[in-house]
């Protein structure tokens, strides 16, 4: 589908990447790992056209039409609704429809026969165009799929400029699914969603039927959706035909096999620079010294992927002693100032010595608000926050690494907050975060997000905390940054209480789960995985129930409540069988009206008014289709759960 040969592209004298060569074949579900600024979105422009490469071709098969999830969402205007958003970002969608209105209302205004004629054939191509694109029933499409995603129907007029980065995402998504794209390129997706949302977003990829390529750090998305890997990182793209597992023991092997040719044309390199250097000069060895230059000029530098330039060991220093109860809640309530309404109360918690909390939820319930009140940054509107014995909170918040001043050096950030600590060990804390000396003299504004973050962690950790509080700590870092930090975390003889939307890191972090739903605040004294089987657990209680009291049944006693309970479902059961099949009947009936009419359009029967009576008549089948698909849908779904039941 995509092919990539021989592609290069620099800025100024650094090359991103150099004679890039790979292929992405139709159906393929494919990851695009790398560190951060190695190129991957680069990767994107090219196949989306917004770059050009400076050597090379990027050769697409067909037109395929391409979805892409982008990462900064923004509305075209302040007041653009939700719904307005996610129509007008399906390509050539809104210019369609402006052109199908356009024609309608010029029509009539002809005398020319020609003139009439050439626009009766635009109208016509329009309307063969928007048929297509699946204009007909794209509102219908769009406004169900944003009902599958959480949105109420009264969310669709609201201003898109108001939802939050999570919700914006769920919308994004939405207009691509809308848009039946034949290939789908997802640029972080999951970056400022919340758990639940990452779940949803991995059963969406997996039900996707087109050709998916996926950048991604989150390595549950990864391996849960991708099976190719491409590797972007020290100027070169590798194709790894196996998904994220088999790409990580593989690109070890490869990498001690290029550590070892990498030493091996070092000592080369430095025998002929010795031999250059010591008989340059002598007549007798001038020739033989000549040769060796030339050598060393053929010599093609082996290039070292960047991750092992910059990866960097978080070694989080112990934890000072504190005692054994760390923070309580008692009572606790918190409402905005803004707000009479409160955002959780009645809350007691005990966080204790080595607790290691993940805190879960949807966006917008809270979950932020009660871990700065952990962190003693905010105080309860009501009840009280008590902090235990020595407890020295160290607080990562979202927004951390964006509130350093951006003209100041990484060795400035860390030495206003070094206090006396000599410079030989500053130098040592930054070293242990993977900042070496020319990284030092870097200023804050060209450091990339996941070295914002890293040195957020040092200020933190130059006055040890031993209570660390952690607010999506792994966005903007890459796989092996969260790799590195989960094995930190996990390792740190502290307590931890985080926030985070990437599922292996609170999987490989917490032994606590505390979730903040509209049911309240509950906490649940196991990992991620005890917390899902929980979850998902309480939702048939009922079932779990009658299975205990069904053990002490009789099998004719059984097959009898069973006889009953069939039969007092019979009436539902009738009813919504019947609603199904007029749902069925009236959709067929509409999509056969809406055939004839596409057929009469497109073969040039009608006038000028008979076109512009049949476009109006489209769209009011369009919306009649998404009335009856939306009733269908809920009543097969009701009548799908009652069965199993």
């Not at 490469?53 to 923004?74: A, C, K, N, Y």
């Not at 790894?240 to 070890?252: F, I, K, V």
């Not at 096999?257 to 250097?277: G, P, S, T, W």
């Given at each position: 589908?995509?092919?990539?040969?021989?592609?290069?592209?620099?800025?100024?004298?650094?090359?991103?990447?150099?004679?890039?060569?790979?292929?992405?074949?139709?159906?393929?579900?494919?990851?695009?790992?790398?560190?951060?600024?190695?190129?991957?979105?680069?990767?994107?422009?090219?196949?989306?056209?917004?770059?050009?490469?400076?050597?090379?071709?990027?050769?697409?098969?067909?037109?395929?039409?391409?979805?892409?999830?982008?990462?900064?969402?923004?509305p075209d205007t302040p007041d653009q609704t939700l719904l307005q958003y996610c129509l007008e970002g399906i390509p050539g969608f809104e210019q369609t429809e402006r052109d199908i209105a356009h024609l309608e209302e010029l029509l009539p205004t002809l005398t020319d026969p020609a003139e009439k004629e050439r626009a009766l054939k635009a109208l016509g191509d329009a309307h063969t165009r928007f048929e297509q694109m699946g204009g007909y029933s794209l509102e219908a499409r769009v406004k169900e799929s944003l009902g599958g995603l959480g949105y109420d129907t009264e969310d669709f007029q609201k201003p898109f400029a108001t939802f939050s980065g999570g919700w914006r995402m769920r919308a994004e998504l939405s207009r691509v699914l809308a848009s039946k794209p034949a290939l789908l390129l997802l640029d972080e997706p999951s970056n400022y969603l919340d758990l639940p949302a990452v779940e949803w977003l991995q059963r969406f990829l997996k039900a996707f039927e087109g050709t998916l390529v996926l950048i991604s750090h989150d390595r549950y998305l990864l391996r849960a959706i991708t099976r190719i890997t491409l590797e972007v990182d020290?100027?070169?793209?590798?194709?790894?035909?196996?998904?994220?597992?088999?790409?990580?023991?593989?690109?070890?092997?490869?990498?001690?096999?290029?550590?070892?040719?990498?030493?091996?044309?070092?000592?080369?390199?430095?025998?002929?620079?010795?031999?250059?250097?010591?008989?340059?000069?002598?007549?007798?060895?001038?020739s033989q010294a000549q040769s060796r230059e030339k050598q060393l000029e053929k010599l093609e530098e082996i290039r070292l992927p960047a991750r092992s330039r910059s990866a960097g060991y978080l070694r989080l220093p112990p934890a000072p002693h504190a005692g054994a109860e760390i923070v309580r809640l008692e009572q606790a309530a918190y409402a905005y100032p803004e707000s009479t309404k409160n955002i959780f109360e009645n809350l007691d918690l005990r966080v204790m010595n080595g607790d290691k909390i993940a805190i879960v939820g949807y966006n917008g319930m809270g979950k932020t608000t009660l871990l700065r009140l952990l962190a003693g940054v905010r105080e309860p509107t009501a009840g009280k926050a008590v902090f235990g014995y020595h407890v020295a909170p160290g607080y990562q918040s979202q927004d951390l690494a964006e509130t350093m001043n951006p003209e100041e050096t990484v060795f400035g950030i860390a030495k206003a907050a070094a206090g006396a600590l000599p410079e030989k060990e500053l130098r040592n804390r930054l070293g242990g975060f993977?900042?070496?000396?020319?990284?030092?003299?870097?200023?804050?504004?060209?450091?990339?997000?996941?070295?914002?973050?890293?040195?957020?962690?040092?200020?933190?950790?130059?006055?040890?905390?031993?209570?660390?509080?952690?607010?999506?700590?792994?966005?903007?870092?890459?796989?092996?940054?969260?790799?590195?930090?989960?094995?930190?975390?996990?390792?740190?003889?502290?307590?931890v209480v985080l926030v985070s939307h990437d599922v292996e890191f609170v999987r490989g972090t917490a032994t606590n789960i505390l979730e903040v739903s509209r049911r309240g605040i509950r906490r649940f004294p196991g990992g991620y995985d005890y917390y899902l089987e929980k979850v998902a657990g309480e939702a048939q209680p009922e079932t779990a129930v009658a299975e205990v009291a069904e053990v002490k049944l009789t099998s004719k006693d059984l097959r009898r409540q069973r006889a009953q309970e069939r039969a007092a479902r019979a009436p539902e059961v009738k009813r919504l069988k019947r609603k199904v099949a007029e749902a069925e009947a009236a959709i067929a009936a509409l999509e056969a009206e809406q055939a004839e009419l596409l057929e009469k359009l497109g073969d040039g029967s009608l006038d000028a008014q008979g076109m512009a009576a049949a476009g109006k008549r489209l769209k009011a089948l369009e919306f009649d289709l998404g009335k009856h698909t939306l009733e269908w849908e809920e009543a097969a779904l009701a009548l799908e759960e009652l069965t199993a039941e």
């Open positions: 589908m995509i092919e990539f040969r021989d592609v290069s592209v620099r800025y100024g004298p650094e090359a991103l990447f150099e004679n890039a060569s790979f292929k992405i074949n139709a159906g393929e579900r494919v990851g695009v790992v790398g560190p951060n600024g190695s190129g991957k979105s680069t990767l994107f422009k090219l196949i989306l056209g917004d770059l050009t490469p400076d050597t090379g071709d990027v050769l697409h098969e067909g037109s395929p039409r391409i979805g892409f999830v982008r990462q900064h969402l923004e020290g100027g070169t793209v590798t194709r790894y035909n196996g998904p994220l597992d088999y790409y990580l023991e593989e690109r070890e092997l490869r990498y001690r096999q290029l550590l070892q040719a990498k030493a091996n044309q070092d000592r080369k390199r430095e025998q002929l620079e010795r031999f250059v250097e010591r008989f340059k000069a002598k007549a007798s060895k001038a993977g900042f070496d000396i020319n990284d030092c003299a870097k200023q804050v504004k060209v450091l990339s997000g996941g070295e914002k973050i890293r040195l957020a962690f040092v200020r933190i950790f130059l006055n040890p905390p031993n209570f660390l509080l952690l607010d999506e700590p792994t966005t903007h870092l890459d796989l092996e940054g969260r790799e590195t930090l989960q094995k930190a975390v996990r390792e740190y003889n502290g307590t």
